[in-house]
């Protein structure tokens, strides 16, 4: 069984540019939650794609957009980067199924850590 | 809306004595609670959680948390230390519906003496 892989696990942007994020999700699993995590605090959740489509949104700004793709896997994309998006990058996925409830066990990646200069 | 308060950014026990790490939760419904620890430089792991079965729900490496809806709390306990439990331990929320999202207290980060 292939666990959460995220990449790239580091890297360094500086202000005003994109990053693309990515995450393959575990086998068998079909939601996959991006969370933000800045030193020192919580994860923060930014959203959360469910058969592709998004699924509930955190309080994070239109420039903060993702995608799913057929496969399960994600990628979260960042626009005009600002010092204050530096922080480890969470990707957890978990196995949803339509109308039951979300039992909230997530299986996280290793997270990707953005600098931004 | 639902939301978790982790009492104490830092806990430090002696290897071999009590650990208690708190948890206080507020929600509009009954929720589901989780616990998940973080160790240096990896992601998340569940740790245990409460889905509104039994109150006291055992989890991995010793650890238990009690469910007290009377003080809406959660707390995190194990018997006896061990110096691989240092790491940061976050306590979550969610409301169980399909679409709820996972909220995360802000972390205690459990130091272990020799």
């Known amino acids: 069984e292939t666990g959460v892989t995220q990449s790239p696990t580091h890297l360094i942007k500086t202000r005003g540019q994109q990053v693309t994020l990515r995450c393959s999700s575990q086998s068998g699993h079909n939601t996959v939650s991006w969370y933000q995590q800045a030193l020192g605090q919580g994860p923060q959740f930014i959203f959360q794609?469910?058969?592709?489509?998004?699924?509930g949104r955190g309080n994070f700004p239109p420039r903060f957009s993702g995608l799913q793709f057929p496969n399960y896997s994600s990628e979260l994309n960042v626009n005009a980067l600002e010092l204050d998006d530096s922080a480890l990058y969470l990707c957890?996925?978990?196995?949803?199924?339509?109308?039951?409830?979300?039992?909230?066990?997530?299986?996280f990646g290793e997270g990707s850590r953005l600098t931004v200069l | 809306a639902q939301s978790v308060t982790q009492l104490g950014s830092h806990v430090s026990v002696s290897e071999g004595a009590l650990v208690l790490l708190r948890c206080n939760y507020s929600s509009s419904v009954p929720p589901y609670l989780f616990w998940y620890v973080q160790y240096p430089n990896q992601g998340l792991q569940l740790l245990l959680k409460?889905?509104?079965?039994?109150?006291l729900v055992k989890g991995i490496n010793g650890f238990e948390a009690e469910f007290k809806k009377s003080e809406t709390s959660f707390h995190l306990t194990k018997p006896s230390a061990h110096m691989s439990d240092a790491a940061e331990y976050f306590c979550a929320v969610t409301k169980g519906s399909s679409a709820s999202k996972i909220i995360f207290g802000s972390g205690t980060r459990l130091s272990i003496r020799p």
């Open positions: 409460y889905t509104s079965a039994a109150t």
């Open positions: 957890a996925s978990s196995y949803l199924r339509s109308g039951t409830a979300n039992t909230g066990e997530l299986f």
């Open positions: 794609y469910y058969r592709e489509e998004e699924n």
